[in-house]
């Protein structure tokens, strides 16, 4: 079956620019979640939604991160006014039902902002 | 606040040897989740440990929990080229809603024929 997609695969962005990210989690799957991986480094929770409920998103560095997931289903990031510091990779993972459930990884969106 | 620390954060090797991973971290969680991450890929699952003393083996990797110690290894028995990979632990924490998964650093591991 399919896994976790993620598009666009690159993305490079000029300094100020607004970025769309999305993310097709497994079909049937309940909780999505967000990271933000550095070159280098582990993965850093960024939200999580429980069908289209957005339960947590203390992990959003600042107000220029926003994320929905409006019919439980797909979700898209989106980062407004984009900084150089917003440069990494963004994966978006998906699990059967809730947190503690294995969580299944899309390949990520490598941001590069200029 | 919780921490996971992995060592070694990078580890070259030859093929057929065998040799350990570590994982610490500072809370009692009691679950315990290693992914490998190849190069431009997708984190892909390894192991779920979910008690204190369990043990699960997948070909020639094998992980392990002690939850007592806070720690976790991960050992590679003969290790082979298509294993080099970065390997990552998590550790989950509970909070508001639900559980968030804390991740190490990584170890990169670079097998060598």
């Known amino acids: 079956g399919a896994g976790v997609s993620q598009s666009p695969r690159y993305k490079v962005a000029k300094r100020g620019q607004d970025v769309a990210l999305r993310c097709d989690p497994i079909s049937g799957h309940v909780s999505l979640f967000w990271y933000q991986q550095a070159l280098g480094q582990g993965p850093e929770f960024l939200t999580y939604?429980?069908?289209?409920?957005?339960?947590?998103k203390s992990g959003l560095p600042s107000d220029r991160f926003f994320a929905e997931r409006p019919e439980g289903s797909v979700s898209t990031l989106k980062i407004q006014r984009t900084q150089q510091e917003d440069s990494a990779v963004y994966l978006c993972?998906?699990?059967?039902?809730?947190?503690?459930?294995?969580?299944?990884f899309g390949p990520g969106t490598r941001l590069t902002v200029l | 606040e919780l921490k996971v620390e992995q060592n070694p954060l990078f580890l070259s090797m030859q093929e057929g040897k065998n040799y350990t991973i570590y994982c610490n971290y500072s809370t009692t969680s009691d679950r315990l989740y290693w992914y490998r991450q190849d190069p431009g890929k997708s984190l892909e699952s390894l192991f779920v440990?979910?008690?204190n003393g369990a043990v699960k083996q997948e070909g020639r990797l094998m992980a392990s929990l002690d939850t007592k110690a806070r720690l976790s290894t991960l050992h590679i028995t003969a290790a082979v080229h298509d294993l080099s990979a970065t390997y990552f632990c998590?550790?989950?924490?509970?909070?508001?809603?639900?559980?968030?998964?804390?991740w190490g650093a990584g170890t990169k591991l670079i097998i060598k024929p």
């Open positions: 939604f429980q069908n289209e409920a957005q339960l947590d």
């Open positions: 440990l979910l008690s």
């Open positions: 993972a998906s699990s059967l039902v809730w947190g503690r459930d294995t969580q299944y």
């Open positions: 998590a550790v989950d924490e509970p909070m508001d809603s639900n559980y968030q998964l804390i």
